[in-house]
């Protein structure tokens, strides 16, 4: 290797080391593993990421993996899941790490990942400003450590598209000025490969990018006819290139398409397309220290934080004479022009795939970062702050631009936010305080540097108080953050998953386990409701958090009784020996630390069974969880038999106090088993609900709606019941139901004499096995959401499958014993998977094709 090429490895791995370095120091003063027992079981990566990367890493290593998964509530379509949050290639670290050791390993790749954030914008800087210069690791490290990594670091899956975005636009400054498209073409399919939800994000930007580079090539007197016969080549080849990259990740976009079409992110809300302002002048908080911090993550104004050192350079470009007013206008109109898709709500939903974010907001910010880091790096190596007039008046704006932000914050804020909310949106003084000192040093500093005997430690002094900036920045933003405990985690999830390993061994059927207390919840610091335990260790059930949850399964089971707090979670909580029943929840298993009890429901069916053919006719309705369950009981059974019997109430008290209604009463069961309460617009958790002087909770805080078990008793029983309303209750004899014992066991004997006798190799997209159908029972019951991806065979016969119960499948059948096979197929998979192929073959076609121009005329 000759001296260049040892002065560039060094170069790189520097860019790629101290980034790495500041973070690891950032964890190892918050003691986060592997420098501590902290872990990052925080916000979604506590409650989603963790679980699902858990997940991969169990169906890879197995090799059991398959784009459905019955571990997705009552199963879905994985592969909106997997092309959202498992295709980075960080992600094979998981595989050098045991499942309990999943939250150390996210450290290690969240490490990584920054480090090759500031790898890939000290490798653009170098190709295009043609330099190896160590000051450009500043920016590069800058850019790896901005207000956006800070903020946003734990969503793992987005930092892929900032390692990225430099290689980009790299690739596209190649593409016009004509020194090959292969770059661009590679480096945006990877973008929209490893998570398509940013790679939109790019291509917009590249857009943008690509239009703002061209006018900013434009000489000063250029006319546009001009520029449009100059650039002809360079538009058709960016938009050949851009369409033909785009359409070869057509095997991820078409079945992530059709299976995100059936989540609520369908429905488009006219109002996220108004011109409305997204923020105010507070928004200049944010280019000081700790202006968004954890417990701010879900609503704050644009994380653009840079840093002083950036701030004062980028305002230089704009004050100094020595870059050109045609420069400084292109770049102003781009600032501007990213400024105002984030200002305006119409612009900010096109920009966010039109959909309007659920928390995280302005996703998008780092576009305005990249464009910040470049124009100051730009300021610097054109010395624009020679002047030290320049100097001191770019801190001045500065210091105002913070003044009004932190002023507008502290003085708006507590007016426009719930005081109980004020402690989550609040900019403190202090940190105003802070960053003024921050730039106020780094002006000293610049004015210093222009002297010659004072160069080298002024340049000393810009790296350390930026260092220290962006670390401190990047630690008081954690901080607040409730970490959770890997020592617990690792010795919990043990315990825990070789609970579920013996459930396994014991039955190689299928069955669902509802998982009625979860031991690693003591690894959190935060609230964790084991929405995604099914993901986390490769069991079935009912409960899911998820964005791409199918939102006709979740109307569904919500419509039966089951507890939904928004459009991304259902939960098992609102269960009853009916839906355990059609669900095949065989096992409820409940643990300590030394032992587990597992408690098998005889009641709970197979995953499939004959059924009645009145089935097909059942509609679920609103508001209606147990008469929709006796509806669904009696097609099932074919019987016109009350399965839900009402109870005889007496009202003994009554009054309202403090905005509730609270009602005292006595009832009588007219039939022997499990009463149920469902208040279908009563708030559980608010209800109050004692049952013989006991009060009866749930493992969930149900903050909505939900069926709840108030106890098994006899016909006649007397039962005293005191529960709190903040609306009038009305029918109650029909809010308040018994599952007659008797008539539900009957039919279960009933039903499991022609159930679906699953083969044991059944993998989840493919089940085979046998059934018996009679002429009144002609139609075979599979709980198993309907979806375009299953096929099936009957007898080696392709044959089509019904929807049933809002969200169900259901096979009909003729009289006899039946073979029956479903196998699943990604809706749009091979489809995508062809086009993206004969795209990219395209592209390779034309390569050679310029490849044989450019060899001719030689």
């Given at each position: 290797?000759n001296q260049y090429?040892?002065?560039?490895f060094q170069y790189?791995?520097t ?8 973070v690891?120091?950032v ?7 592997p420098?501590g027992s902290?872990?990052?079981?925080i916000s979604?990566m506590g409650?989603?990421?963790v ?17 459905y998964s019955f571990s997705l509530?009552l ?5 909106p899941?997997?092309a959202?949050?498992?295709?980075s290639?960080f ?5 050098f790490?045991?499942a309990?050791?999943?939250?150390l390993?996210?450290?290690f790749i969240?490490l ?9 914008m000290?490798?653009?800087?170098r190709r295009?400003y043609?330099?190896?210069?160590w000051?450009n690791l500043?920016?590069s490290t ?5 207000g956006f990594v800070a ?6 899956m987005?930092l892929d598209?900032?390692?990225l975005l ?5 690739g596209?400054?190649?593409l016009?000025?004509?020194k090959?498209?292969v770059?661009?073409?590679f ?6 490969v ?8 790019t291509?917009l930007f590249?857009?943008t ?5 061209t006018?900013?090539q434009q000489?000063?007197k250029?006319?546009w006819?001009?520029?449009w016969q100059?650039?002809a080549?360079a538009i058709?080849r960016?938009?050949i ?9 057509l095997?991820?976009?078409i ?5 995100m079409l059936k989540t609520?992110?369908?429905s488009?809300?006219?109002?996220a397309f108004?011109?409305t ?9 944010q280019l ?10 879900l609503e704050?104004?644009p994380s653009?934080?840079?840093?002083s ?6 305002l ?6 020595t ?7 292109t770049?102003?109109?781009l600032?501007a ?11 900010n ?11 995280f ?12 880091v ?7 190596q054109t010395?624009?702050f020679k002047q ?12 105002v ?8 914050a ?12 004020l402690a989550n949106?609040?900019?403190?003084p202090?940190?105003?305080l802070?960053?003024?000192?921050f730039?106020v040093?780094i002006?000293?500093l610049?004015v210093l540097?222009?002297?010659q005997?004072w160069r080298?430690l002024?340049?000393s002094?810009i790296?350390l ?8 920045n990047?630690?008081f933003?954690?901080k ?17 998953k ?12 299928f069955y669902?386990?509802?998982n ?29 958090y ?5 939102e006709s399964t979740?109307v569904?089971?919500n ?9 991304r979670r ?5 269960s009853?020996?009916?839906?355990n ?15 587990y009890?597992?408690?098998v ?9 004959a059924?009645?053919?009145k ?17 669904v009981?009696?097609a099932?059974?074919g019987r016109n ?12 008290g009554y009054?309202?106090?403090n905005k509730q209604y ?14 149920y309460a469902?208040?279908p617009n009563?708030?559980v958790a608010n209800?109050?609900?004692?049952v ?6 749930t493992?969930?805080d149900v903050?909505?709606?939900?069926v709840l078990?108030?106890?098994?008793f006899?016909?006649?029983e007397?039962v ?5 309303s903040?609306?009038?209750l ?6 308040l139901?018994?599952l007659?014992?008797?008539?539900f ?5 009933d039903l499991h004499?022609?159930t679906f ?6 993998r ?6 046998t059934?018996t159908?009679?002429k009144?029972?002609?139609l075979?019951?599979?709980s198993i959401p309907k979806d375009n991806?299953?096929h ?7 044959v089509s499958?019904?929807?049933v ?15 029956v096979?479903l196998?699943?197929?990604?809706p749009g998979?091979?489809l995508?998977l062809i086009?993206?192929?004969l ?8 390569l050679w094709?310029r490849?044989r121009k450019?060899?001719g005329?030689v």
């Open positions: 290797m090429g040892r002065q560039r790189d791995m860019a790629f080391v101290v980034p790495m370095i500041l690891g120091l964890f190892w003063a918050l003691g986060i593993t420098f902290h872990n990052l079981l979604d409650t989603q990421y679980a699902w990367l858990t997940q991969f890493r169990h169906a890879i290593t197995t090799g059991q993996f398959s784009f509530s199963g879905d379509n994985a592969f899941l997997v959202y949050y498992m295709l290639p992600n094979l670290l998981l595989f790490f045991p309990n050791q999943v939250p390993a996210i450290t969240i990584l990942k920054v480090g090759t954030i500031g790898f890939s000290s490798y653009y800087l295009v043609h330099n190896t210069h000051q500043i920016f800058i850019f790896s450590l901005s903020t946003y670091f734990y969503d793992i987005w598209a900032l390692i430099p290689l980009v636009i790299l596209l400054r190649r016009v000025n004509n090959g498209t770059l661009y073409f480096a945006l399919w990877a973008t929209i490893t998570n398509y939800y940013l790679g939109y994000m291509c590249a857009l990018y690509f239009v703002y580079f006018i900013d000489a000063e250029q006319s006819k001009q520029w100059h650039n080549r058709k960016f938009l290139t851009s369409v033909l990259s785009g359409v070869s990740t095997f991820v976009l079945p992530t398409l059709l299976g609520s992110k369908q488009l809300s006219w109002q108004l011109p302002p997204q923020f105010g002048l507070d928004a200049f908080a000081g220290l700790n202006a968004a911090d954890y417990p701010q993550r704050h104004d653009i934080f840079v840093g050192f950036a701030l004062l350079l980028v230089l470009f704009f004050l100094n004479k870059i050109t007013s045609h420069h400084k206008r770049t102003g109109t600032l022009f990213l400024g105002l898709s984030m200002f305006l709500t119409l612009f939903t096109i920009w966010h795939m039109m959909q309007q974010p659920n928390g907001p302005f996703r998008d910010a780092y576009f305005f970062t990249f464009i910040v470049i124009s100051a790096y730009e300021a610097w010395d624009a030290n007039r320049l100097v001191l008046r770019a801190a001045l704006i500065a210091l631009m913070l003044a009004i932000g932190y002023l507008t502290m003085i708006v804020q507590p007016i426009v936010r719930r005081w109980d909310d949106f609040y900019v403190s202090k940190y105003w802070i960053a003024t000192g730039i040093c002006a000293g610049l540097y222009n002297n005997h080298r002024a340049l002094g790296v108080v930026t260092v220290f900036e962006l670390s401190a990047f630690y933003g954690l607040p953050a409730q970490f959770g405990n890997q020592t617990i985690y690792q010795k919990n999830f043990t315990i825990e070789n609970y579920f390993n013996k459930i396994r061994r014991a039955s190689h059927a669902r386990v509802d009625s207390n979860s031991l690693i919840n003591a690894a959190f610091g935060e609230t964790y409701n084991n929405y995604n335990d099914p993901l986390l260790f490769n069991s079935h059930g009912i409960d899911l998820s964005s791409t949850l199918n979740r569904m089971l419509r039966l009784g089951f507890y939904s707090k928004n459009e259902i939960s098992s909580e609102g009853t020996h009916l839906t029943a059609l669900f095949a929840v065989k096992y409820q298993l409940q643990m300590t630390p030394h032992d009890d597992l408690i429901h005889d009641h709970a069916l197979p995953l499939g069974f059924v009645n053919d089935l097909l006719n059942v509609k679920l309705k609103g508001g209606a969880a147990l008469e929709n369950q006796n509806n009981w009696q099932i059974t038999v009350r399965y839900f019997k009402s109870v005889n109430v007496r009202r003994t009054e309202y106090k609270r009602y005292q009463l006595i009832i009588k069961p007219t039939a022997t088993g499990t009463l469902y208040f009563v708030s209800a109050n609900i004692h013989n002087g006991t009060k009866k909770t493992r969930l903050s909505t709606q939900a078990s108030l106890g098994h006899k016909k006649g007397r005293h019941i005191n529960l709190t903040k609306t009038p009305t029918h109650l004899s029909q809010s139901q018994t007659d014992q008797q008539s066991n009957q039919s279960l004997i004499k022609s006798k699953l083969d044991q190799d059944w989840p997209d493919h089940l085979q096995g059934i159908a009679t009144k029972k002609p075979l019951f599979l991806g299953w099936a065979y009957v007898d080696g016969k392709q499958i019904d929807k119960v809002g969200n169900l499948s259901a096979i009909k059948l003729t009289p006899g014993v039946h073979r096979r196998t699943y197929r990604a998979f091979r995508g086009i993206s192929l795209s990219f073959a395209l592209y390779l076609l034309s094709i490849f450019r060899r005329s």
